[in-house]
């Protein structure tokens, strides 16, 4: 596999004729733009650059995108992202999908494109709700939410995408939300990752979910409730306020007050992203009691699925001279006769 050649562009060059066609004041219209500014700043290249998507709102992004792209069936964008990832592995491959598309009919493939290692970018868009089949409430909806499929409100334990892919086996985790400024530093690492990086968009759906992540990712007032993590920094949040502690007796992590900016006398703890168990804990950490874990969260790089698998081929070709008569020959054959 050859590293590819990085080349200028700008984001009118990744954009395409199309006409978007998303609700005005839906999120996707941010997460697109940053998309865009992202890619040059990469040095993508659009001949090299394949855009992958399943079924749903999130699922039009690579009409939008001007590269190659699929847009294939319910859930199974990363079986053809993986096909595409063999045939030919220079290409940067980023799976587009939803919390519904990755995380119901998906879910099979998504997990197992993450526990290959695939190297890719798989980007789910979680809104909370079905947005393009008109508000049926899904894998990540709240208990309580009320939709045209659960009018007295939902009574299922929500599913966690990012700790959903850390016991699926990702290496790559992270998170970000549609209108933050921060979203393409996070795009940035998950492309640098060498393997497959998941990355969780919260997206606000401005039909059938309005407003539910504004919390902690309204545009302005939420900040305090937003704790972005960064390798080798203390997790201190609200302006350096406050911050996290590990705490033995509570086995886990407890919110504790910051004086004077004093955060080592707090007891701080300072982030490692290659710390699994440290990953685990800021996902499963329930907003309201505790901030809004963000940012790249886990970054532990092991060899790519497609890497091994033409490690593979070369040793079974090794020494051999092709041969396909000989090949299907090979075993119980007959000879059908007139």
Same mark, same amino acid.
């Given at each position: 596999m050859n590293a590819p050649a990085k080349i200028e562009t700008t984001l009118k060059?990744? *954009? &395409?004729?199309? *006409?978007? @066609?998303?609700?005005? #004041?839906? +999120?996707?219209?941010?997460? /697109?733009?940053?998309? %865009? @500014? &992202? /890619?040059?700043?990469? #040095?993508?290249?659009?001949?090299? &650059?394949?855009?992958?998507? #399943?079924?749903?709102?999130?699922?039009?992004?690579?009409y939008y995108v001007e590269s190659y792209g699929f847009h294939t069936i319910h859930g199974r964008a990363p079986a053809f992202a993986t096909g595409i990832k063999l045939a030919n592995p220079d290409l940067d491959v980023w799976i587009i999908t939803g919390d519904g598309d990755g995380m119901s009919i998906g879910g099979n493939h998504t997990m197992h494109v993450l526990r290959r290692n695939l190297d890719c970018q798989i980007m789910l868009f979680n809104n909370e709700i079905y947005g393009l089949t008109k508000g049926q409430y899904s894998p990540t909806s709240r208990e309580g939410t009320r939709s045209p499929s659960t009018p007295q409100g939902s009574v299922d334990h929500p599913a966690r995408p990012c700790a959903f892919a850390l016991g699926s086996g990702a290496r790559f985790v992270a998170r970000g939300f549609d209108v933050s400024?921060?979203?393409? $530093?996070v795009l940035m690492a998950a492309h640098a990752h060498k393997g497959a990086a998941f990355i969780e968009i919260f997206?606000?759906?401005?039909?059938?979910?309005?407003?539910?992540?504004?919390? !902690?990712?309204?545009?302005?007032?939420? *900040?305090? @409730? %937003?704790?972005?993590? $960064?390798? =080798? *920094?203390?997790?201190?949040?609200?302006? =350096? &306020?406050? #911050? /996290?502690?590990?705490? $033995? +007796?509570?086995c886990g992590l407890v919110v504790v007050d910051v004086a004077d900016g004093d955060w080592q006398a707090a007891g701080v703890a300072v982030h490692d992203k290659a710390n699994r168990s440290l990953a685990h804990m800021l996902v499963e950490l329930p !907003? +309201?009691?505790?901030?809004?874990?963000?940012?790249?969260?886990?970054?532990d790089p092991r060899p790519t699925y497609e890497a091994s698998v033409l490690e593979e081929k070369a040793r079974a070709c090794e020494g051999k001279e092709p041969n396909l008569a000989a090949l299907l020959a090979k075993g119980q054959t007959w000879t059908v006769e007139n």
């Open positions: 060059d990744w *954009e &395409t004729d199309q *006409e978007v @066609r998303w609700c005005p #004041g839906c +999120g996707d219209y941010a997460i /697109l733009k940053a998309v %865009q @500014r &992202t /890619l040059p700043q990469l #040095g993508a290249d659009p001949a090299n &650059t394949v855009f992958v998507s #399943g079924i749903g709102c999130s699922s039009r992004f690579p400024k921060k979203l393409p $530093e997206q606000n759906c401005i039909v059938y979910n309005k407003d539910v992540f504004d919390d !902690f990712a309204a545009p302005k007032g939420a *900040e305090d @409730r %937003q704790l972005w993590v $960064e390798h =080798g *920094e203390p997790l201190l949040f609200a302006g =350096g &306020t406050k #911050g /996290l502690k590990m705490d $033995e +007796g509570a !907003f +309201g009691p505790y901030p809004m874990a963000l940012g790249v969260i886990y970054d």
